[in-house]
């Protein structure tokens, strides 16, 4: 049983949110209360990110709308307590998004929170990406915020793309060292060009790193992502009948 944590209290939304947010803004100070009470109680979000929640969490996420085409799929890898997946279905209702994450207490909220904000262009799985390959379709765009190094998040997300998709992921001050690092197991995953951008220039004191790759006519990795998902399945099964971590 997970440890109870006092909830912690939330701090107004700063001016900029209502700008970012725009008509969703109602919403965004509900998911903002959502994870400052239920998110923290139930070990989502630690209470010290509580008084930085919009600068460093909301905000940096929602951001990202500004590098996403219109009207695409997005799936958003390791969700977590929904970012950057649900600040950006609030600031981009053309989007049709699924929020993949393998934690039954995470997809749990995911699925309370998206109810609880009418968000009828999300959708909530649970699963780990690399078992997702072939049962999800495929997307236009994958999108992540502190899941992995750059090379083994590639390596989950980039065979869940369909053909000339591109992967969104938040980074921090270490985007190009990362970059630079992961070049040959992306190129061996299938894509063709990548880069480092910045979101929210106009909003944010600082803002958002995003890693942009790109992948070409035949994303790579669906082979080898089948072969970790049979991996992961069969050492499932042998420690205990295929239970999953809450």
Known sequence: ????????????????????????????????ELLADAGVRRGLIGPREVPRLWERHLLNCAVLSEVVP??????????????????LALTRPDLRITL???????TTFLEEAVRELGLENVTVARGR???????????????????????RLAG?????????????ALKGDTAEEELA???????KLGAVEWSVVQAGEDVLEVPSTVVRVLVGES????????????????????????????
């Open 70 to 87: 219109a009207d695409v799929s997005v799936c958003d890898v390791g969700s977590g307590a929904g970012l950057p997946g649900i600040p």
């Open 129 to 151: 990406a690399e078992e997702m390959v072939g049962k999800l379709p495929q997307v236009d765009v994958v999108t992540a915020r502190a899941v992995a190094p750059l090379d």
């Open 1 to 32: 049983m997970d440890p109870v944590i006092e909830a912690a209290e939330l701090p107004p939304a700063p001016e900029q949110a209502k700008a970012v947010f725009g008509e969703y803004f109602p919403q965004a100070v509900r998911y903002a």
């Open 156 to 168: 989950w997300g980039l065979p869940l793309l369909r053909q000339r998709g591109e992967m969104l």
């Open 181 to 187: 690092a992961a070049r040959d197991a992306l190129h």
């Open 100 to 106: 993949l994450e393998p934690l039954l207490r995470r």
């Open 219 to 246: 994303p790579g990795g669906v082979k080898a992502a089948a072969r970790r998902a049979k991996a992961v399945r069969a050492n499932r099964s042998a420690r205990g009948g295929g239970r999953r971590r809450r």
